[in-house]
């Protein structure tokens, strides 16, 4: 897969000098959907909106289909669609001229079919003559995916598409992604929801204060979060691991009084009463078992806390994954 979006030491300070972004590089493979998680204030909408030439860099170059934002504006930004966080429509008009209006907004001459099928795509068909103050929440949201749409853009921007939604839309929108990503749109989405990357994203990417802690694909991702490590502790040093235990691949501290065990959380058995037999049989003595999560999982806890304090601070409402 090639890249159709490339940032590369994207630096973005506002105006009072805040730098919200530091120094990111991100690439996005064409056909992909990544993820991208965050806490409240991480600089994800930063970074939508400085691809999408709503903000200026302060530093980087940023391409889409290899033009570059800044001195290609126009071409970079007619591939680009952006679902923005809030709705933002105009409650009297009707759905088709809305959408139909978007298209007109980059230039792209009237195009009926294509129209049609955007809306059938996203169940608005029935609802096209339909004002947008007549509909719910979900089908706006549709509404603003299908003004997004309307260029025929090749990477689809949706922030925090999900956010203050009920679970039964959260998974329809989950379908709606995933339809779109089998017609060949390239799919960046920000969340804040863990559970949100989990189903629908080929990678995710973690931010937090303004940098990419890491980019990951998801299964390599889940495989490392269900990572475990048991350290039993040993009544006396020993300065090597019995041959008795080799099958368990264990790890001696530098101490030489812990041994560390990593297991999977996600399997079916984790061997840990089978390995603790076994220590026992082999004459050493525990004195205590302590687990320690990996250090990805460790990242998200994390942000899931900064999160939450975030929202305590701000009294949102939502809850963070
Ligand atoms: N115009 C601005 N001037 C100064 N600081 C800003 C401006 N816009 C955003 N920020 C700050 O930049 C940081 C990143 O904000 P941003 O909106 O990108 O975060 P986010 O990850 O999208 O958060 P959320 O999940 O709450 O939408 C925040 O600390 C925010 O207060």
């Known amino acids: 897969m090639s890249a159709i979006l490339s940032v590369q030491n994207l630096r973005k300070a506002y105006e009072n000098g805040f730098e919200a972004l530091k120094r990111v590089n991100l690439e996005i493979n064409e056909g992909e959907i990544l993820a991208l998680l965050g806490p409240n ?4 909408t930063t970074l ?26 126009r071409a970079a930004r007619n591939l680009i669609g952006l679902v923005p966080q809030e ?8 759905v088709i001229n809305t959408v139909r209006f978007s298209r007109g907004l980059f230039g792209k001459p009237r195009n009926d079919a294509l129209i049609e099928e955007i809306l059938k795509k996203l169940s608005l068909w029935d609802k096209r003559d339909a004002r947008i103050n007549e509909l719910s929440g979900g089908m706006k949201r549709r ?10 853009p090749k990477v689809l ?63 390599r991702l889940m495989a490392q979060m269900g990572q475990k490590e048991l350290e039993v502790q040993l009544s006396a040093p020993i300065t090597e691991i019995p041959a008795s235990l080799a099958t368990f691949e264990l790890r001696l501290n530098d101490a030489g009084d812990a041994v560390i065990y990593s297991y999977d959380t996600q399997g079916a ?6 390995l603790l037999n076994a220590i026992s049989e082999a004459g050493l003595v525990l004195t205590d078992v302590q687990t320690r999560q990996s250090s990805l999982e460790e990242i998200f806890v994390g942000l899931v806390h900064e999160a939450e304090t975030d929202n305590k601070e701000t009294g949102n409402k939502e809850t963070a994954a």
């Open 48 to 73: 939508i909106s400085t691809i999408c030439g709503i903000t200026l860099p302060t530093e980087g170059t940023i391409t889409v289909g290899g033009f570059d934002t800044q001195s290609d504006f």
């Open 143 to 152: 509404v603003l995916i299908a003004k997004a749409l309307s260029h025929e």
């Open 157 to 219: 921007f949706l922030d925090e598409p999900t956010a203050g939604v009920d679970v039964e839309l959260r998974k329809d929108m989950w379908d709606v992604v995933a339809e779109l990503k089998a017609t060949g749109v390239t799919i960046i989405l920000t969340t804040h929801y863990i559970e949100e990357a989990e189903a629908i994203a080929d990678r995710i990417g973690v931010i937090r204060r303004g940098e990419i802690l890491l980019v990951e694909d998801k299964e």
């Open 269 to 274: 058995r984790t061997g840990i009463t089978t």
């Open 41 to 44: 204030g991480a600089g994800k």
């Open 87 to 94: 709705i933002n429509l105009e409650p009297f008009e009707k």
